[in-house]
């Protein structure tokens, strides 16, 4: 099966999935002969007009700098806070909750040595 064949219809996709999860479609690594057959036989064929080479479209902003997108306030809001039962808070951030340490004077005196 040759990947490059099939369309991007959800059946023809499923039906590549399968071939690469039995093992009939694998990726290799071409000996460099063969690699070089392939190569001169789609120069030749790009020569004769049977294929086209194709060519990704041009961005429309090229040379032009782009900003850079930096976090708005708001969004650091919107972490999700959850007090636990025994008074620690839990924040989600980047899909992992992580347990929110505060700078009070309580953890002060709990501190190792202070009592």
């Known amino acids: ?9 959800l059946p ?6 399968n071939a690469i999860q039995t ?3 694998k990726f290799r690594t071409l000996p460099r002969g063969e690699l070089d057959i392939r190569c001169e036989e789609y120069d030749w064929k790009i020569m004769n007009g049977e ?3 194709r060519h990704r479209k041009e961005r ?8 850079r997108v930096e976090q708005d306030d708001e969004d650091e ?6 007090k636990v039962e025994d008074g620690r808070k839990m924040r989600m951030s980047g899909g992992k909750w992580r ?13 190792p040595g202070s009592h």
Do not use: W
Not at 60 to 67: F, L
Not at 77 to 82: I, R
């Open 77 to 82: 809001k919107s972490d999700v806070e959850e």
């Open 60 to 67: 429309s902003d090229k040379g032009k700098k782009r900003k």
């Open 12 to 17: 023809s996709l499923e039906k590549l999935h």
């Open 23 to 25: 093992g009939k479609c």
């Open 51 to 53: 294929i086209q080479e």
């Open 99 to 111: 347990l929110v340490v505060s700078d009070t004077s309580d953890s002060e005196d709990s501190a």
């Open 1 to 9: 099966m040759n990947p490059s064949q099939l369309s991007s219809g």
